[in-house]
């Protein structure tokens, strides 16, 4: 069973839209996964416009991969380094603890990612 940063079961991170490196809503990661996309964030205007800056643009449809693209307030499986950059330049988005799989403390310490926790749900 995979479990989160907090050491309990991994919780789905968003299906709408669909996220993850398997796409299946969790922020899994395995040998193929080379961005290493485990940290659940939920994304910010700000957040897009850094990403887009840096070439990763996150808010233009990909139909070829069935991506829709994002916008504020959605959630997502982004890479660990992407966040470690976000964080770094000041504007890493929030991040759900619970949704953010455990393989992520091997890349981010765990007190920056509390610093910038979403509320815990049902809280």
Request: charged share 20%; aromatic share 8%; hydrophobic share 40%.
């Amino acid at each position: 069973m995979a479990t989160n940063v907090l050491g309990q079961a991994l919780q789905c991170c968003c299906k709408q839209p669909i996220t993850g490196f398997y796409r299946d809503g969790y922020c899994h990661t395995g040998p193929g996964d080379e961005g290493v996309h485990t940290v659940c964030v939920q994304v910010n205007e700000e957040f897009l416009a850094f990403s887009k800056a840096r070439g990763n643009d996150l808010t233009s449809p990909a139909p070829m991969w069935d991506f829709t693209g994002l916008k504020p307030g959605d959630r997502w499986c982004l890479c660990a380094a992407r966040w470690k950059e976000a964080l770094d330049a000041g504007v890493a988005p929030p991040v759900c603890l619970e949704a953010t799989h455990s393989s992520t403390l091997e890349w981010l310490d765990l007190a920056d990612l509390q610093a910038h926790a979403l509320p815990v749900s049902g809280a």
